[in-house]
């Protein structure tokens, strides 16, 4: 075995950043999707982004979801307003959705983070 | 107390996962090479027998708007991986039975059993989308059974807690679909006029034993509600097999014996992995049973292996023996596979007087740990034995295969907002 001088940081040994840890709360109900379109601009979600998902979140009033309507995936941020739940798109060129009764609709999860990659 | 819980439909409850589109839809997911039905949705079920040749069913999924899957593994392993650390986080023992069921050891929890199984599935269902069953006994073989009849439960929770409830489970259970008890001693006891669970534990230990061993004692035990089996015994798990149905039918020697040659390999790396050794390997082949137009055989042949290993140019040098036996020429093969009985933890081999060399069995050893680091570190079969061929010539038939949404950064789901 070779020998010589121990490490003096020997001790101090630590794993790396993870970005798990930053990312990712509850690793069993997290999922990733990426984003085409322009609807959602003003939360700071852009065309081409990485979004994470946690599912076992339940949506409160402002948060962004990733939500399907009548069988189809979108994200929007979830409005309560009075008894109406409101999905609004974040670029005044989108229409809000008002739920009704006659849709079908799914939440997903909420999305807690943005990935956005600039190069 | 024990719990069993298990996946609904589960591959085709994951592919409904990521697809909203399909949420009332009836879906099947089809074997290896598209072959024939593995798994139906519960809109499914109405139409489509399982295991049903898919060629046999492209009318009926025709002309009910059924989905159809090629089975994408990926996601099942990383969605049942899911699955099972949520129970993990209410049950400290959990044994993993299969790829979509757990045992829970539930002993000692003091909480209403059936709000516990509610809170569990409702969590794997929020964070995972997949619904579950879960049945409660006080023994494995009973924890089975309730999971069997939570299917008839509108909450897909069932608890089996005084003995008034597991009398009434037992009466009409077909001692067939009993766990452990398979075909073989289902036709036995049939014939005996043995039909339920309840009949079958109401028999005497002597003659249980007698005619069924220590095994059929043992289950006999556990139906009246005495547990003998813990979290990681199961009634019998003695045998491994690695087979695959060919998408085109094999004719020639060649090709079918680099088949074996990857079975055999295949199967070394899964003994290795569980650190046991078969002293029996065996082969079979059959051609396709349901082109009845085409020269039809089948067989098999099992060979003892002089000493016990999990060394894989051992696996595959008897694997090609018994292949010789049983290959005949003209035959379309569409299935083969190699399986291994007999098995003993790999540090309770039994010496041989003449071929035992402590100094090639370390060798033998080291070379399988690299050869299982290698392939790990770089995918699986970058190093192999030369017999496995080196050309991919058969890919399996994956036609409607959807995306490694979980496990793949190129796959994951597109969403158009």
Redesign the interface.
Request: proline fraction near 5%; glycine fraction near 6%.
């Given at each position: 075995m070779p020998c010589g001088f121990p490490s003096p940081a020997d001790d101090f040994e630590e794993a790396d950043l993870n970005f798990n840890d930053l990312l990712v709360k509850?690793?069993?109900?997290t999922?990733?999707?990426?984003?085409?379109?322009?609807?959602?601009v003003n939360a700071h979600?852009l065309d081409g982004d990485?979004?994470v998902v946690d599912?076992?979140l339940l949506p409160a009033h402002g948060d962004i979801v990733?939500v399907?309507i009548d069988?189809?995936?979108?994200?929007?941020r979830y409005c309560k307003q009075k008894d109406q739940l409101i999905l609004k798109a974040e670029n005044p060129r989108y229409r809000d959705i008002v739920l009704t009764e006659f849709m079908?609709v799914?939440i997903?999860g909420v999305v807690t983070n943005v990935i956005h990659h600039i190069r | 107390m024990f719990g069993l819980a298990d996946c609904v439909s589960f591959y085709a409850s994951c592919e409904k996962v990521f697809r909203?589109?399909?949420?009332q839809r009836p879906v099947i997911v089809l074997s290896n090479n598209d072959g024939c039905v593995v798994a139906r949705s519960p809109e499914a079920k109405a139409w489509i027998e399982m295991g049903a040749p898919f060629f046999q069913v492209k009318e009926l999924v025709k002309k009910h708007r059924i989905a159809v899957f090629s089975s994408n593994y990926a996601l099942y392993a990383s969605l049942s991986q899911?699955?099972m650390?949520?129970f993990r986080r209410f049950v400290a023992e959990v044994e993993v039975y299969s790829i979509d069921e757990c045992f829970l050891n539930l002993s000692g929890y003091p909480l209403p059993l059936p709000q516990y199984a509610r809170t569990m599935q409702q969590?794997v269902a929020?964070?995972?989308?997949i619904p579950t069953r879960i049945g409660i006994g006080p023994t494995k073989v009973l924890a089975k059974m309730a999971n069997q009849l939570a299917r008839h439960e509108e909450s897909g929770v069932l608890v089996l807690q005084t003995e008034a409830d597991i009398q009434a489970a037992r009466q009409d259970f077909p001692i067939a679909k009993v766990w452990g008890i398979g075909p073989q001693y289902g036709r036995f006891l049939g014939a005996r006029g043995i039909t339920t669970a309840q009949q079958f534990c109401q028999q005497s230990d002597v003659w249980l034993r007698k005619h069924l061993s220590v095994v059929g004692l043992r289950l006999a035990l556990e139906l009246r509600g005495q547990s003998c089996l813990g979290l990681e015994e199961v009634v019998s798990k003695k045998s491994l097999c690695v087979s695959r149905s060919f998408a085109q039918a094999l004719t020639a020697y060649a090709p079918l014996k680099e088949k074996i040659a990857l079975f055999a390999t295949r199967l070394g790396e899964k003994l290795r992995l569980q650190q046991s050794t078969p002293t029996l390997l065996s082969v079979f082949l059959r051609t396709d049973s349901f082109r009845p137009e085409q020269a039809q055989y089948r067989n098999s042949q099992t060979l003892r292996l002089p000493l016990a290993t999990h060394y894989t140019p051992e696996l595959v040098k008897a694997a090609f023996r018994a292949l010789q036996i049983i290959y005949r020429e003209g035959y379309a093969y569409r299935k083969a596979g190699v399986w291994v009985t007999g098995l003993v933890p790999e540090d309770q081999i039994q010496g041989h007087l003449f071929l035992s060399n402590p100094a090639q069995d370390k060798t033998q050893k080291a070379l399988m740990q690299t050869l299982d680091a290698l392939n790990a570190r770089w995918g699986a079969r970058k190093v192999q034995l030369a017999a496995l061929g080196t050309q991919p010539t058969l890919r399996a038939r994956t036609e409607w295969l959807s995306p490694r949404?979980?496990t793949h950064w190129g796959e994951?789901?597109?969403?158009?907002?």
């Amino acid at each position: 075995m070779p020998c010589g001088f121990p490490s003096p940081a020997d001790d101090f040994e630590e794993a790396d950043l993870n970005f798990n840890d930053l990312l990712v709360k509850d690793r069993e109900a997290t999922y990733v999707v990426r984003v085409e379109g322009d609807s959602m601009v003003n939360a700071h979600i852009l065309d081409g982004d990485t979004l994470v998902v946690d599912k076992s979140l339940l949506p409160a009033h402002g948060d962004i979801v990733l939500v399907a309507i009548d069988g189809y995936f979108t994200v929007k941020r979830y409005c309560k307003q009075k008894d109406q739940l409101i999905l609004k798109a974040e670029n005044p060129r989108y229409r809000d959705i008002v739920l009704t009764e006659f849709m079908d609709v799914r939440i997903f999860g909420v999305v807690t983070n943005v990935i956005h990659h600039i190069r | 107390m024990f719990g069993l819980a298990d996946c609904v439909s589960f591959y085709a409850s994951c592919e409904k996962v990521f697809r909203p589109d399909l949420a009332q839809r009836p879906v099947i997911v089809l074997s290896n090479n598209d072959g024939c039905v593995v798994a139906r949705s519960p809109e499914a079920k109405a139409w489509i027998e399982m295991g049903a040749p898919f060629f046999q069913v492209k009318e009926l999924v025709k002309k009910h708007r059924i989905a159809v899957f090629s089975s994408n593994y990926a996601l099942y392993a990383s969605l049942s991986q899911r699955v099972m650390n949520i129970f993990r986080r209410f049950v400290a023992e959990v044994e993993v039975y299969s790829i979509d069921e757990c045992f829970l050891n539930l002993s000692g929890y003091p909480l209403p059993l059936p709000q516990y199984a509610r809170t569990m599935q409702q969590t794997v269902a929020q964070c995972t989308g997949i619904p579950t069953r879960i049945g409660i006994g006080p023994t494995k073989v009973l924890a089975k059974m309730a999971n069997q009849l939570a299917r008839h439960e509108e909450s897909g929770v069932l608890v089996l807690q005084t003995e008034a409830d597991i009398q009434a489970a037992r009466q009409d259970f077909p001692i067939a679909k009993v766990w452990g008890i398979g075909p073989q001693y289902g036709r036995f006891l049939g014939a005996r006029g043995i039909t339920t669970a309840q009949q079958f534990c109401q028999q005497s230990d002597v003659w249980l034993r007698k005619h069924l061993s220590v095994v059929g004692l043992r289950l006999a035990l556990e139906l009246r509600g005495q547990s003998c089996l813990g979290l990681e015994e199961v009634v019998s798990k003695k045998s491994l097999c690695v087979s695959r149905s060919f998408a085109q039918a094999l004719t020639a020697y060649a090709p079918l014996k680099e088949k074996i040659a990857l079975f055999a390999t295949r199967l070394g790396e899964k003994l290795r992995l569980q650190q046991s050794t078969p002293t029996l390997l065996s082969v079979f082949l059959r051609t396709d049973s349901f082109r009845p137009e085409q020269a039809q055989y089948r067989n098999s042949q099992t060979l003892r292996l002089p000493l016990a290993t999990h060394y894989t140019p051992e696996l595959v040098k008897a694997a090609f023996r018994a292949l010789q036996i049983i290959y005949r020429e003209g035959y379309a093969y569409r299935k083969a596979g190699v399986w291994v009985t007999g098995l003993v933890p790999e540090d309770q081999i039994q010496g041989h007087l003449f071929l035992s060399n402590p100094a090639q069995d370390k060798t033998q050893k080291a070379l399988m740990q690299t050869l299982d680091a290698l392939n790990a570190r770089w995918g699986a079969r970058k190093v192999q034995l030369a017999a496995l061929g080196t050309q991919p010539t058969l890919r399996a038939r994956t036609e409607w295969l959807s995306p490694r949404y979980t496990t793949h950064w190129g796959e994951i789901l597109k969403v158009r907002i």
